[in-house]
């Protein structure tokens, strides 16, 4: 699959102090690239009044996805926080 970033992953990625968390990141977004769907990569789930948005569960931290078109194997990286009651409003 195609994994494109956007500004706000990007951002936090940059506030992210956890290396722990940083080195699952990096295992999480190669996963994704070598997938052909997303039924290959483990612990992701739909979210709720979201159409096409995912989030895959690291530990304590979720990705935020998006997938562009059911069809495309494109995946937008939204989001990487840590699991609060902050965490899926956007």
Not at 59 to 68: A, N, T
């Amino acid at each position: 699959m195609t994994v494109i970033p956007t500004k706000d992953f990007n951002r936090s990625i940059e506030k992210l102090k956890d290396k722990v968390a940083c080195k699952r990141l990096d295992v999480l977004i190669a996963k994704l690239e070598q997938a052909k769907n997303l039924q290959e990569i483990s612990n992701v789930k739909a979210l709720v009044n979201y159409p096409h948005h995912y989030r895959i569960r690291t530990g304590e931290y979720r990705l935020i996805i998006e997938q562009i078109d059911t069809n495309t194997v494109e995946i937008l990286l939204l989001e990487y926080l840590k699991r609060d009651e902050k965490t899926y409003k956007f």
